[in-house]
């Protein structure tokens, strides 16, 4: 196809095969989105560190690590090395670790002994009696009441033509099929599983389920059989817990992963960093919310404000904890794996109830951008989203981009004279802050609390700087530029751009400007503040864009609307409105882009469409449905969460999260025409895989996706619309 979206380059720092030695950990060791942790039976620590597409092995303490698992074999198409593990489980009774191998669609079995490990054998790869598994992902082990072991695995993204529902497959211990699920039904309740993650069982032969999808926590007993791949409960009390559907895929709050360790069930991200621990039937009895550390570590290195405190947040906080498994002959202590926060962390967690602070014992991974070493790129570390700096902006007119009271004339003219003496002092010094960002790409990389940017003329990619020079808030998230027709009141370097950022988690929007010296730097004050339902409140703010008349429109994903705010010549931001798709309370922005026309694309994303805005918030029309993509030639008109919206020219390509495809579409007056698409999971992060990717930006024929798990941001090419055709003026 003429208008193909090809994979181009990557950049951010990943750890190669075959690079990690074994010993006591390097200052520099870092993981990338760890996932699955067991102990297996010397009391050892089998870690999937699933970013980097291996397993690793530590002592009990943290201190050293022992063993490192890339694959069952050489890396051949017959043997291929691992994608993606997710999640590791023991052989109750021999010396075998299982893993499920989700880029492979299969589960490796690893033997080993107090000295080795090695390849054993796989499984799932489906046979005459059922389909190959498609994403495994949680698994356990259960005794059932035949006295027999089986083996459960859930298979996430599984589903079959005309149905979504995902499954769960029972296999023998040596990996024979033996039955699967897709819905549990009791008499006045049916469950359909869908994008089941966590799995666990407890010594009665229960099964407990997180089934993301529907946010919920099922426990199925191996009693009850299993008809036309339903389970046939007695009763409809299937559920150990569910909560009220959170909007944004942003959101933690929901249920990952579920574990059982002795009579107590562990519920990570129920509750949004915290674990939430039940009993056996369902009670809650505690809530672990915080961490008190044993030790007091070396200062983190300060490069900018934030990093003040940077140090002392990582240790008082649990940072979306996702798999807890118990430490061997150590009563009361666990160990929790954290993929946001790339770490897993020992600690003591009290038998008392009610919320409780657990003790901090040790921990391996830390913060993955190593600031006292100097590197040609970075370590990112949930990298949320990436934007470019374009001189030529399209503005409106200048009418309809000023107006206002005798404050924003005087503003107006005070900035004037302002400019004027500036761009004389900048034209005689020969200097431009923004002369570095011309062809370069700025970086939210929010897990290690700054903004970074690089080269994107180089080959490869080249890091410039770390932006940070005023305060980084936790929980930046999405971001865009604006061009002031004049510059408000406040900003230092006249005719360059102020950068918007919307925060999640404090629910506001920080505003930066450039410094004479091309840094980052905060402008004026946040605006917005945390609220349900009011006028000029956010709940969880996702995507943001501002069209060249300086009027701000920012999904406000859990207030279910578009919040619109205009910016003053005095640098003041006014609210002004908020809106929804045809007065819908269920709508769920996520992502917003502008087209030429000023009209708003928004990612409407539990309602799997793209929803079309005018200027004022009048409803226009929508595109797409819910549905898999399995041939993204072919489905493209089927979405599953997408997440995020950019536009280049006439082009509009969408970020279709569950489908992990891009797909590029030329906007029409009231449609969108499929032009390429491409698939871009199940590959190597440096081979244009995609894991979770957020919010996408592009430019001139050039696309950037930052991946929050691989860590890394993928750029891809295509054909860019033709300069006269994006209606730039000057």
């Given at each position: 196809?003429?208008?193909?979206?090809?994979y181009?380059c990557?950049?951010?720092?990943?750890?190669?095969p075959?690079?990690?030695p074994?010993?006591?950990?390097?200052?520099?060791f870092?993981?990338n989105?760890p996932?699955?942790?067991?102990?297996?039976s010397?009391?050892?620590?089998?870690?999937?560190?699933?970013g980097?597409s291996?397993?690793?092995?530590?002592?009990?303490?943290?201190?050293?690590?022992?063993?490192?698992?890339e694959?069952p074999?050489?890396?051949?198409?017959?043997?291929?090395?691992?994608?993606?593990?997710?999640?590791?489980?023991p052989h109750?009774?021999?010396?075998l670790?299982y893993?499920?191998?989700m880029?492979?669609?299969?589960?490796?079995?690893?033997?080993?002994?107090?000295?080795?490990?090695w390849?054993?054998y796989?499984?799932g790869?489906?046979?005459?009696?059922y389909?190959?598994?498609?994403?495994?992902?949680?698994i356990?082990?259960?005794r059932?009441?035949?006295?027999?072991d089986?083996?459960?695995?859930c298979?996430?993204f599984?589903?079959?033509?005309?149905?979504l529902a995902?499954?769960c497959?029972?296999f023998?211990?040596?990996?024979?099929?033996v039955?699967?699920?897709?819905?549990?039904?009791?008499?006045?309740?049916?469950?359909?599983l869908?994008w089941?993650q966590?799995?666990?069982?407890?010594?009665n032969?229960?099964l407990?389920l997180a089934?993301?999808?529907?946010?919920?926590?099922l426990?199925?007993?191996t009693?009850?059989?299993?008809v036309?791949?339903?389970?046939?409960?007695?009763?409809?009390?299937?559920?150990?817990h569910?909560?009220?559907?959170?909007?944004?895929?942003?959101?933690?709050n929901v249920m990952?992963?579920v574990?059982?360790?002795?009579?107590r069930?562990?519920?990570p991200?129920?509750i949004?960093?915290?674990?939430?621990?039940?009993?056996?039937?369902?009670?809650q009895?505690?809530v672990?919310?915080g961490?008190?550390?044993?030790?007091?570590h070396?200062?983190e290195?300060?490069?900018?404000?934030?990093?003040?405190?940077?140090?002392?947040?990582?240790d008082?906080v649990?940072v979306?904890?996702?798999?807890?498994?118990?430490?061997?002959?150590?009563?009361?202590?666990?160990?929790?794996?954290e993929?946001?926060?790339s770490?897993?962390i020992?600690?003591?967690?009290?038998?008392a109830r009610?919320?409780?602070d657990?003790l901090?014992?040790?921990?391996?991974?830390h913060r993955?951008?190593?600031?006292?070493r100097?590197?040609?790129?970075?370590?990112?570390n949930?990298m949320t989203?990436v934007?470019?700096?374009?001189?030529?902006?399209?503005l409106l007119?200048r009418?309809?981009?000023?107006?206002?009271?005798?404050i924003?004339?005087?503003?107006?003219a005070?900035?004037?004279?302002?400019?004027?003496?500036y761009?004389q002092f900048r034209?005689?010094?020969?200097f431009?802050?923004?002369?570095?960002m011309?062809?370069a790409?700025?970086n939210?990389?929010?897990?290690?609390?700054c903004?970074?940017?690089?080269s994107t003329?180089s080959d490869p990619y080249?890091?410039?700087?770390?932006?940070?020079?005023?305060?980084?808030?936790?929980?930046?998230?999405?971001m865009d530029v604006?061009y002031?027709?004049?510059?408000?009141?406040g900003?230092i370097?006249?005719g360059t751009p102020?950068?918007?950022?919307?925060?999640?988690?404090?629910c506001?929007v920080?505003?930066?400007?450039?410094?004479?010296?091309?840094?980052?730097?905060?402008?004026?004050?946040p605006?917005?503040?945390?609220?349900i339902?009011g006028?000029?409140t956010l709940?969880?703010p996702?995507?943001?864009?501002?069209?060249?008349?300086?009027?701000?429109?920012?999904?406000d994903?859990l207030?279910?609307?578009?919040?619109?705010?205009?910016?003053?010549?005095?640098?003041?931001?006014?609210?002004r409105?908020?809106?929804?798709w045809?007065?819908?309370?269920g709508?769920?922005p996520?992502?917003?882009?502008?087209d030429?026309?000023?009209?708003?694309?928004v990612?409407d994303?539990?309602?799997?469409?793209?929803?079309?805005?005018?200027r004022?918030g009048?409803?226009?029309w929508?595109y797409g449905?819910?549905?898999?993509?399995?041939?993204v030639?072919?489905d493209?008109e089927?979405?599953?969460?997408?997440?995020?919206?950019?536009?280049?020219?006439?082009?509009?390509?969408?970020n279709?999260?569950?489908?992990r495809?891009?797909?590029m579409?030329?906007?029409?007056?009231?449609t969108?025409?499929y032009?390429?698409?491409?698939?871009v999971?199940?590959?190597?992060?440096?081979?244009?895989?995609?894991?979770?990717?957020?919010?996408?930006?592009?430019?001139?024929?050039?696309l950037?996706?930052?991946?929050?798990?691989f860590?890394?941001?993928?750029?891809?090419?295509?054909?860019?619309a033709a300069?006269d055709?994006?209606?730039i003026?000057?």
């Amino acid at each position: 196809m003429s208008h193909a979206i090809e994979y181009l380059c990557s950049y951010g720092e990943l750890t190669a095969p075959c690079t990690t030695p074994t010993g006591p950990l390097a200052d520099d060791f870092t993981l990338n989105s760890p996932v699955g942790v067991h102990a297996d039976s010397y009391g050892r620590l089998w870690v999937c560190d699933t970013g980097n597409s291996r397993v690793l092995v530590f002592d009990a303490g943290l201190s050293e690590l022992l063993h490192v698992i890339e694959g069952p074999g050489d890396d051949t198409p017959e043997a291929p090395r691992l994608l993606m593990p997710f999640h590791v489980c023991p052989h109750p009774t021999h010396q075998l670790m299982y893993c499920t191998d989700m880029g492979h669609g299969r589960v490796v079995a690893y033997a080993y002994d107090e000295d080795e490990v090695w390849f054993s054998y796989a499984f799932g790869q489906g046979d005459s009696r059922y389909l190959p598994l498609s994403d495994p992902n949680g698994i356990t082990v259960v005794r059932e009441r035949d006295g027999a072991d089986y083996l459960y695995v859930c298979d996430e993204f599984f589903h079959t033509p005309g149905d979504l529902a995902s499954r769960c497959v029972k296999f023998t211990l040596e990996g024979e099929f033996v039955a699967q699920f897709r819905h549990v039904a009791g008499p006045g309740v049916r469950h359909e599983l869908l994008w089941p993650q966590g799995l666990a069982s407890d010594a009665n032969g229960n099964l407990y389920l997180a089934n993301t999808g529907h946010y919920e926590v099922l426990k199925i007993s191996t009693d009850w059989p299993i008809v036309d791949e339903c389970v046939q409960a007695p009763h409809d009390t299937v559920m150990l817990h569910q909560h009220g559907k959170p909007g944004g895929i942003g959101k933690f709050n929901v249920m990952r992963s579920v574990c059982v360790i002795g009579d107590r069930v562990f519920v990570p991200g129920h509750i949004e960093n915290a674990i939430t621990i039940y009993d056996l039937a369902g009670e809650q009895v505690g809530v672990v919310n915080g961490l008190l550390p044993l030790w007091n570590h070396t200062l983190e290195p300060v490069h900018s404000l934030s990093d003040l405190v940077y140090g002392a947040l990582e240790d008082v906080v649990f940072v979306g904890p996702y798999q807890v498994c118990a430490a061997e002959d150590e009563p009361d202590v666990y160990f929790i794996s954290e993929p946001f926060a790339s770490s897993v962390i020992k600690v003591r967690i009290p038998r008392a109830r009610g919320e409780e602070d657990a003790l901090l014992i040790e921990s391996v991974g830390h913060r993955r951008d190593d600031q006292n070493r100097l590197r040609s790129t970075s370590q990112f570390n949930c990298m949320t989203s990436v934007i470019g700096f374009k001189r030529e902006r399209r503005l409106l007119p200048r009418d309809a981009a000023v107006g206002g009271n005798w404050i924003d004339y005087w503003a107006r003219a005070t900035t004037s004279i302002y400019k004027y003496w500036y761009d004389q002092f900048r034209t005689q010094l020969g200097f431009d802050p923004l002369a570095r960002m011309e062809n370069a790409s700025l970086n939210i990389d929010s897990g290690n609390w700054c903004m970074k940017t690089f080269s994107t003329e180089s080959d490869p990619y080249r890091q410039l700087q770390d932006m940070m020079r005023g305060f980084f808030v936790p929980g930046d998230l999405a971001m865009d530029v604006y061009y002031p027709h004049t510059p408000p009141l406040g900003q230092i370097c006249p005719g360059t751009p102020i950068v918007f950022v919307t925060n999640f988690n404090l629910c506001t929007v920080t505003m930066y400007q450039f410094n004479p010296a091309g840094y980052l730097i905060n402008y004026g004050v946040p605006f917005g503040r945390e609220g349900i339902g009011g006028d000029g409140t956010l709940k969880a703010p996702q995507g943001i864009a501002v069209n060249s008349a300086g009027e701000i429109y920012i999904a406000d994903s859990l207030n279910n609307r578009i919040s619109m705010w205009q910016i003053q010549p005095t640098g003041y931001v006014e609210f002004r409105k908020n809106f929804r798709w045809q007065d819908d309370d269920g709508f769920t922005p996520c992502d917003i882009a502008i087209d030429a026309q000023d009209r708003l694309f928004v990612c409407d994303q539990f309602n799997n469409c793209l929803r079309v805005f005018d200027r004022e918030g009048n409803s226009l029309w929508s595109y797409g449905r819910l549905g898999y993509c399995d041939d993204v030639d072919v489905d493209y008109e089927n979405f599953m969460l997408p997440a995020s919206v950019c536009i280049d020219g006439d082009r509009l390509i969408v970020n279709d999260l569950v489908n992990r495809a891009l797909k590029m579409f030329r906007i029409g007056d009231d449609t969108l025409h499929y032009e390429a698409g491409i698939s871009v999971f199940k590959k190597y992060p440096d081979a244009g895989g995609v894991w979770m990717p957020y919010f996408i930006y592009a430019d001139r024929g050039r696309l950037y996706v930052p991946d929050t798990t691989f860590n890394v941001v993928n750029v891809f090419s295509y054909q860019a619309a033709a300069p006269d055709s994006i209606g730039i003026a000057a």
